[in-house]
């Protein structure tokens, strides 16, 4: 042991230990201290250079500044009756701020939420190890990749890093929410810490992985800050078919003069609509809706998946999620209970089944995994076989590894393993032991059954198999009909062999297994998906899990994963459960469906405010056309001003929606579009029409026109 | 609406179904370098023009070479065309005397800008005339220069449409195919063989085929009537074929020389859409999924059957002003009724307001009665079928290239409302799409907007060059909003490559030949461009498989989602700009107001 | 693009030869050949000399000829200038122009009563339609018989057996050619 040079004690405060029960607190929608936020924001975002990133808003904005121009040169030069003008700038104004407020909504839900994880960033200082073998105390952020600390119980981990020495249980419930404290210790894939967690027994020596600034919290508080946030690919393309019909309604209302001015010219009578009733047409017919709420959208699409305890390293993982063609579910822990029980011994011929319980026993003592456990409680159900005191004997224990498929342990020379049929009918051939036929037939026959069959050998010997039992998770069979329903094909990935696999995934219901599957099958079974165009998505928490994390185009991590799986991932689960890759799947879509369903809506809209506007602009010069004015509007002004008060007014009532997204079910492409036409598309056609009326008639209730 | 109205469109639209598979069928194999019952005959040639011309048959394209073949024989034919009328005087097959200056009797002088505007036309399959063919051009130039360009131009669309195709088809190629032999073969094996029969069918029902002078007749009372006749069955067949619409005579397919009876009549509307229609079989067959291309045939004739019937019962129900007068607009007691201003007897209004429907449903052009005499709602349909892009059926290739990038929006829009990156036959339809679908339908919103608010209000002096007659309005036929309507409809016409034209306007004038002109441009290559683009893009992508999840674009949902998409971004454009014309024309010709020639005011 | 050039004024050079010369060349000799009357318009000829064409309408004034319609081709019936009138449903002029027409053929047609068939007072889209309908020939038939002092029942006779029907119930519109009508008219009752 190193001798300790003794730190200053670590600085804890109240805040450190009065973190949050989960990272993201379900916050209601209007926060009374994030609304005080977003409304100050608004404001903010009215300079220009903001709104010209966003070509819908920029060109409301810059009629506002007209009309506002327009009504001041009025005011100045002494022209009565400025009402009708002053009201139309005002709202044309409120616009702007409305979507602002939206996108400052959004914003602000991820601020607050930043600034709750950055109080748990306090600097604490740091153990660092030197190349002499003494400890120096440093400050955790002058830390870089590479420099070894030791952590002691009450230290706060000073960085992201592995453990190289040592096992210590660590609260990691800044990160995860959960208080139940974790194990971590060194060599496997329980090595992972993050910084910012904090050591509560035991004492680790921890290899630091990440340079300042650059750790999984400040990475996470830049995501759910925003600052990192790129526009994704598919907001983009939407970007410019906004800007599209934007430029289109540009022309049509540009246009509309001249073509006054013949109309007026012709029936020599009336006058060419006014530069304010031109502005506000424009504003009414520009796509303001989708517009002001589309970068919402995106940042409340993140903000669901934080919601829901992952973290997303960026939008595209979230949009990409709803394309997903095909989910690889790990079988163990994803689609079963992850406990498989031992439930009988079955012996070879000429082999005593209380031989094959012994040895079953022996080899799984260090086996601390369900599995494990389960075969040394049955075993001592059965023959009052006790748990021997391993350390007694000469015992080397032999884990299982992915490859080996295989665990045991060597013991008085023995070696006594058990595992995988074909890996244990291997390493009897490797031992020049006899081969069993009668061991593959017991196998198969429980493998049929969705039974687990665990052989068991001793040295050359083959003794019998164990039969573990399978339990598939409550709902799984139907959480997999959804998921069939979406045109997503489900994919179970297991160890197991291919008649134990094929079993369990008929009971689970999923589309297609791949049986002992090792993790180059799973990254070949992923190119050959993508090869064929499908989008591919799986969890993962183990190194040898990361080529295939990577590969695919959404990869969960699990956080209790190495710090290799949840580089090459671009999500990570912070409460490390695999099953929620499907919930992730469904935001992915219902960003998708909240994006779209605005923007029908949206265009819908103007089919009412023609109906509204057209009339009044031209009722001077052609009465004729008060036959398009179907909702009876009291004047052309009331006409003009309501379709503007209703464009401003809709993004307001949008918020909530574009905050909490469109409700997404589980079913069908045809049907889902089915019923989102009808609300968002011909409810967006038909929602104005007693909207603008009752506008008008509060206008002139008000006397306001 | 009569029964026998009814029955006519009825049995129309059957046979067009009728023929769209066979004829279909066939392109796809010509496209895909499949052998044909005709090839025996036309493989040989097929293989000299190769030879004639360098042209490698085996190498492909990538899209922008494609467009740059594209761009390069549009460039020559222009040229060709605009020296073939500059020089007629001096060219053969011209008995009539037709040159660049003092003309013979009433002709017209074919001056640099009309020469510029019909060869931009002709080049463009727009086929727009400022001139009356009988009164311009000699024998030569309708058939050197005019016929042939009813051919290549055509074949060159539906090159575009089938690069478009292929797109689709293939899966991460860089190439679309070859320009030269796309166009080659559509008019060795597709073009020229259904011309050839349609020309002699045509002939032998009254069109008249020869090069001799204009007939002089002495009529019944007396005066001596001057018949203009020509090789008019040769060019009337590619005409209608290749949705050209240019006539040999100014009146087009009225001339009853041009369409002498309802039963070539039926026949040229039939020859209007029926490549168009097969190509939608085509378009299913080479993306490996008939039910693709029926979906599209059935957005089509939704749209078609909605237009025509509006078109053909405003017709029928007449004009109420003249009825005031004391006419019969009923149809009864051996007498058509309804608004006959303009219409043909032997067509009736039935088969005039189908073939107003047909013409600019496709991007033809051609009429068999007179646009600008419609009813208001009548007059309606055809311009707001232009204002859409045409397509519905559309021009040869246009229509198809032009339906897609239409399927491109309504897939980005209402794809994200399935929950997934939208696609469209396994495509990812992403930013390069969606920009260049964009840019398509703004370029000719554009033109038709922009352009039209230019002459609304410009103003030039009196007997001037650019306009001789004055302000732009000056040279209008009509008055109030039916005129706005005639410079609306000239500009829709020629930026979308139509040709038919609310024909009161008088438009050969430099000013409005010019812009016209371009109009013709930005529309031709402003939406095969960016088509061509597209083309390119999808070739590259991976093919996403069909699940469930995938948004079906086929079956009754999608049909009306692609029919609401063309319907709504066409009506969201022009609206404002339709209610200036013929929808307040509408309104005011039931509450009786007429309009009668007045001087402008000083545009102020 | 120099090789794209000289390979489209090739083509453009082989397809003028293919489509401009040799199709229509060879249409116009097989037409010639096959469709001798059609293919060079139809026309009629009167003791040798061409009195006009079966397609192609002539102006008639005189009372004892069925008159066509209004045509808008040059000064009216001018068969090398085709058009319409090309006036829309709210212009003046139009509306002038049909309150004249139903003004002279009420003068000259003091006997019929009943409303106008709508193509009578209309102008065709050519201003060549051959063309009138059967209810407008009727409404000039007894203008025509007592122009020429025969019975109106033989005048009527005569148009019923002129009138063009309607093909398999949709194809066409009833009606009678005016020029082969008064040439009937000619040939029985003598041109006078």
Redesign the interface.
């Known amino acids: 042991m190193p001798k300790t040079v003794i730190a200053p004690e670590p600085v804890f405060n109240d805040e450190t230990r009065l973190l949050p029960k989960k990272l993201v607190r379900a916050r209601p929608l209007f926060d009374r201290e994030i609304l005080r936020r977003a409304i100050r924001e608004s404001f903010v975002k009215l300079n220009p250079l903001a709104v010209a990133k966003n070509p819908v808003m920029f060109v409301v904005e810059v009629g506002a500044a007209l009309t506002t121009i327009l009504l001041a040169h009025n005011v100045i030069s002494g022209v009565q009756g400025n009402g009708f003008e002053f009201q139309i700038t005002l709202w044309l104004w409120f616009t702007v701020l409305f979507a602002n407020f939206a996108e400052a909504m959004a914003e602000a839900r991820g601020k607050a939420q930043a600034d709750t994880l950055r109080k748990t960033k306090t600097d604490s200082m740091a153990k660092r190890l030197l190349d002499n073998g003494n400890v120096e105390a440093v400050p955790a952020s002058r830390l870089r990749s590479g420099d070894l600390v030791i952590c002691a119980a009450g230290d706060i981990i000073p960085g992201d890093g592995e453990v190289v020495e040592g096992i210590a249980t660590v609260d990691e419930s800044v990160i995860t929410g959960e208080s139940a404290p974790v194990i971590r210790e060194s060599g496997g894939d329980r090595s992972a810490v993050t910084g910012g967690t904090k050591v509560l027994s035991d004492q680790i020596k921890i290899q630091i992985t990440s340079n300042p600034g650059e750790t999984f919290l400040d990475r996470m508080i830049a995501l759910v800050e925003g600052a990192e946030r790129q526009k994704t690919?598919?907001e983009?393309?939407?970007n410019?078919?906004i800007a599209?019909?934007t430029?289109?309604?540009l022309?049509?209302?540009?246009?509309?003069?001249?073509?006054?001015?013949?109309?007026v010219?012709?029936?020599?009578k009336g006058s060419v609509p006014s530069v304010v009733v031109l502005i506000s047409?424009l504003v009414c017919?520009i796509p303001t809706t989708i517009g002001g709420l589309l970068s919402a959208i995106g940042i409340a699409g993140m903000d669901r998946v934080m919601q829901h305890n992952v973290l997303a390293m960026s939008g595209k993982a979230v949009?990409a999620a709803?394309?997903v063609?095909t989910l690889l579910l790990d079988k163990t822990g994803t689609i079963t209970l992850g406990n498989r029980q031992a439930v009988e011994f079955l012996p070879c011929q000429g082999i005593e089944e209380s031989e094959l319980a012994d040895v079953a026993q022996l080899a799984s003592l260090a086996d601390e995994t369900p599995e494990g456990r389960s075969i040394v409680v049955l075993a001592k159900e059965r023959f009052r076989l006790r748990g021997r005191e391993v350390s007694h004997y000469q015992a080397q224990f032999i884990p299982f590894s992915a490859y080996t498929r295989m665990s045991g342990v060597n013991i008085d020379g023995r070696c006594l393993r058990k595992g995988a049929t074909e890996a244990i009918l291997n390493f009897v051939k490797e031992q020049h032991g006899n081969h069993s036929p009668e061991l593959l037939e017991i196998s198969e026959r429980i493998s049929r059954t969705g039974g687990t069959p665990l052989a068991v050998a001793d040295g050359g010997r083959v003794l019998g198999i164990v039969h573990l039992k399978d339990i598939v998770k409550g709902g799984m069979h139907e959480r997999i009909g959804h998921l069939?329903?979406?045109?997503?094909?489900s994919v179970m990935i297991t160890g197991d062999n291919p008649l134990t696999a094929a079993a369990i995934a008929s009971e689970a219901g999923v589309d297609d297994f791949l049986a002992q599957a090792t993790p180059k099958d799973k990254l070949e079974y992923i190119r050959k998906e993508q090869a064929?165009?499908?989008?591919i998505a799986m969890t993962g928490d183990g190194t040898n899990d990361a080529p295939a994390l990577a590969q695919a185009d959404v990869g969960l991590a699990m956080n209790t994963g190495t710090s290799a799986a949840k580089e090459a991932g671009n999500m990570v689960d912070l409460d490390s459960n695999p099953t929620k890759l499907i919930e992730v799947v469904a935001i992915?879509?219902?960003l998708?469906?909240t994006?779209?369903?605005l923007?029908?809506f949206s265009?819908?809209n103007?089919?009412a405010k023609?109906f509204a506007i057209?009339p009044a602009m031209?009722a001077s010069t052609?009465p004729?056309?008060e036959?398009?004015n179907i909702m009876h509007l009291h004047s052309p002004q009331s006409a003009v001003l309501a379709a503007v008060i209703f464009n401003a007014l809709i993004i307001i009532a949008l918020v909530p929606l574009a905050l909490r997204g469109v409700k997404?079910r589980p079913v069908?492409?045809?049907s889902?579009?089915?019923r989102?036409?009808l609300i968002?598309?011909l409810g967006g056609i038909l929602a104005p029409f007693p909207g603008i009326w009752m506008i008008n008639h509060l206008l002139v209730w008000l006397h306001l026109v | 609406m009569t029964p026998?109205?009814v029955?006519?469109i009825v049995?129309f639209f059957l046979v067009l179904l009728a023929v769209t598979k066979p004829l279909g069928l066939f392109m796809a194999h010509v496209y895909e370098g499949k052998r044909t019952f005709l090839h025996p005959l036309l493989r040989p040639l097929e293989r000299l023009?190769y030879r004639?011309?360098?042209?490698r048959e085996d190498s492909e394209q990538r899209w922008t070479q494609y467009a740059?073949?594209l761009l390069?024989?549009s460039?020559?034919?222009f040229l060709?065309v605009y020296a073939i009328q500059r020089l007629q005087g001096f060219l053969p097959f011209n008995p009539m005397g037709f040159s660049t200056g003092h003309p013979p009797?009433?002709a017209t002088p074919m001056t640099p800008d009309l020469a510029f505007n019909t060869a931009v036309s002709f080049m463009t399959n727009t086929n727009w005339q400022a001139y009356?063919g009988?009164?311009t051009l000699s024998y030569f130039v309708q058939?050197?220069?005019l016929?042939?360009q009813?051919?290549?131009s055509a074949a060159a669309g539906i090159a575009v449409a089938i690069a478009l195709i292929r797109g689709f088809a293939r899966k991460q190629m860089d190439t679309l195919g070859n320009f030269?032999v796309d166009?080659?073969r559509g008019?060795l094996y597709v073009?020229?063989p259904l011309?050839?029969v349609f020309?002699?069918f045509l002939?032998?029902?009254?069109?008249?085929?020869?090069?001799?002078p204009?007939?002089?007749?002495?009529?019944?009372?007396g005066?001596t009537?001057?018949?203009?006749?020509g090789?008019v069955?040769?060019?009337e067949a590619?005409k209608m074929l290749g949705t050209n619409g240019g006539g040999f005579?100014?009146?087009n397919s009225?001339?009853?020389?041009e369409n002498?009876?309802?039963?070539t009549?039926?026949m040229e509307i039939l020859a209007i859409l029926a490549i168009s229609s097969g190509l939608t079989y085509t378009f299913g067959k080479m993306v490996g999924d008939t039910r693709q291309g029926w979906g599209l045939f059935a957005a089509m004739a939704v749209l078609f059957f909605a237009g025509v019937f509006v078109c053909y019962g405003s017709e029928r129900a007449?004009?109420p002003?003249?009825a005031h007068?004391?006419?019969?607009?009923a149809a009864a007691?051996?007498?058509?009724?309804?608004?006959?201003?303009?219409?043909?007897?032997?067509?009736?209004i039935a088969s005039s307001a189908l073939w107003a429907t047909a013409t600019t449903d496709a991007s033809n052009g051609s009429?068999?009665?007179?646009h600008?005499?419609?009813?208001?709602l009548g007059g309606l349909i055809p311009m707001f079928n232009l204002q859409t892009d045409e397509v519905i059926f559309g021009g040869t290739g246009s229509g198809l290239y032009g339906i897609l990038l239409y399927a491109v929006?309504g897939v980005?829009?209402?794809?994200?409302?399935?929950?997934?990156?939208p696609e469209y036959l396994?495509k990812k339809?992403?930013?390069k799409e969606?920009?260049m679908a964009?840019?398509a339908?703004?370029v000719t919103?554009?033109a038709i907007?922009?352009f039209?608010?230019?002459c609304?209000?410009a103003k030039f002096p009196a007997h001037g060059y650019w306009n001789p007659p004055g302000p732009a309005?000056a040279n209008l036929?009509?008055?109030?909003?039916?005129?706005?309507?005639e410079i609306l409809y000239a500009f829709s016409s020629a930026s979308e490559n139509n040709g038919s034209a609310?024909?009161?306007i008088n438009v050969n004038t430099p000013w409005y030949n010019l812009l016209l002109g371009l109009a013709m441009l930005i529309g031709r290559f402003g939406f095969m461009l960016p088509a061509l683009a597209i083309a390119g893009s999808l070739a590259t992508k991976?093919?996403?498989?069909v699940?469930?999840?995938?948004?079906?674009t086929y079956?009754a949902?999608w049909v009306g989602?692609l029919v609401?998409t063309i319907v709504?971004v066409g009506?969201?454009?022009?609206?404002?700009?339709l209610?200036?014309g013929p929808?307040?024309?509408q309104?005011?010709?039931h509450?009786g107001?007429?309009?009668?020639?007045?001087i402008?005011?000083v545009?102020s | 693009?120099w090789k794209?050039?000289?390979?489209?004024?090739?083509?453009?050079i082989?397809?003028?030869v293919?489509?401009?010369?040799l199709?229509?060349g060879?249409?116009?000799v097989?037409?010639?050949w096959?469709?001798p009357t059609?293919?060079?318009?139809?026309?009629i000829r009167v003791n040798g000399?061409?009195?006009?064409?079966s397609?192609?309408?002539?102006?008639?004034?005189?009372p004892e000829?069925f008159h066509p319609?209004p045509s808008a081709?040059?000064g009216g019936?001018?068969?090398?200038?085709?058009?319409?009138?090309?006036?829309?449903?709210?212009?003046?002029?139009?509306?002038d122009r049909?309150?004249n027409s139903?003004a002279e053929f009420r003068k000259a047609n003091p006997d019929y009563k009943?409303?106008?068939?709508?193509?009578l007072?209309?102008?065709?889209?050519?201003?060549?339609?051959?063309?009138?309908?059967?209810?407008?020939a009727?409404a000039q038939a007894p203008r025509v018989a007592q122009a020429r002092g025969v019975p109106l029942g033989e005048i009527n006779q005569l148009i019923r057996a002129h009138?063009?029907g309607?093909?398999a119930?949709?194809?066409?519109?009833?009606?009678v050619n005016v020029?082969e009508l008064?040439?009937e008219l000619?040939r029985q009752f003598g041109?006078r």
């Not at chain 2, 204009?214 to 009372?221: D, F």
């Not at chain 3, 009943?114 to 193509?119: Q, R, S, V, W």
């Not at chain 3, 007072?121 to 407008?136: E, F």
Request: charge should be positive.
């Open positions: 690919p598919n983009i393309a939407l410019i078919l599209g019909l430029l289109i309604f022309l049509a209302v540009v246009t509309l003069q001249p073509f006054a001015v013949y109309a010219n012709s029936a020599g047409l017919l949009e709803g394309d063609n069939r329903a979406m045109g997503i094909r064929a165009g499908r989008l992915g879509k219902q998708l469906i994006r779209g369903a923007t029908t265009i819908a103007d089919v023609y057209i031209f052609y004729a056309l036959y398009l997404y069908g492409a045809a889902l579009l089915k989102n036409l968002y598309g | 026998s109205g029955l006519y049995v023009i004639l011309c360098g042209i740059a073949s390069a024989f460039l020559v034919s060709f009797g009433n009356g009988e009164t058939m050197l220069a016929t042939v009813n051919f290549v030269w166009l080659t008019t073009m020229l011309c050839f020309a002699i002939c032998a029902r009254g069109v008249p085929q020869t090069l001799e204009y007939v002089k007749a002495k009529t019944l009372e005066p009537q001057t018949i203009a006749v090789p069955a040769s060019q590619p005579f100014n009146a009225a001339h009853p020389f002498p009876t309802p039963l009549n039926f007449g004009n002003i003249l007068l004391g006419i019969e607009t007691r051996g007498q058509p009724g309804g608004n006959m201003e303009g219409k043909e007897v032997r067509f009736g009429v068999n009665s007179m600008d005499s419609y009813t208001p929006v980005f829009i209402a794809g994200l409302m399935v929950g997934r990156t396994g339809i992403e930013q969606v920009k964009m840019v339908i703004i919103a554009f907007l922009v039209s608010a230019l609304s209000v309005t036929a009509n008055d109030g909003p039916h005129g706005f309507s609310f024909a009161g991976k093919k996403v498989p699940t469930s999840g995938t948004l079906p079956g949902l989602l609401a709504i009506a969201l454009t022009f609206f404002p700009a209610s200036l929808i307040v024309e309104f005011l010709m509450q107001k007429t309009f009668s020639m007045l402008f005011p545009w | 693009m794209q050039l000289s390979i489209s004024v090739r083509l453009v082989v397809m003028t293919l489509t401009g010369f199709y229509p060879i249409v116009t097989l037409c010639q096959l469709f059609t293919a060079n318009g139809s026309l000399r061409v009195v006009g064409s397609l192609i309408g002539q102006n008639f004034t005189k000829y319609r081709a040059g019936y001018d068969a090398s200038n085709s058009g319409g009138s090309n006036y829309g449903p709210t212009n003046q002029k139009l509306i049909v309150k139903i009943g409303p106008i068939p709508a193509d007072v209309t102008a065709s889209a050519s201003g060549l339609d051959p063309d009138i309908s059967p209810a407008s009727e009138i063009k309607r093909a119930g949709f194809l066409g519109v009833p009606r020029l008064n040439l000619d041109h």
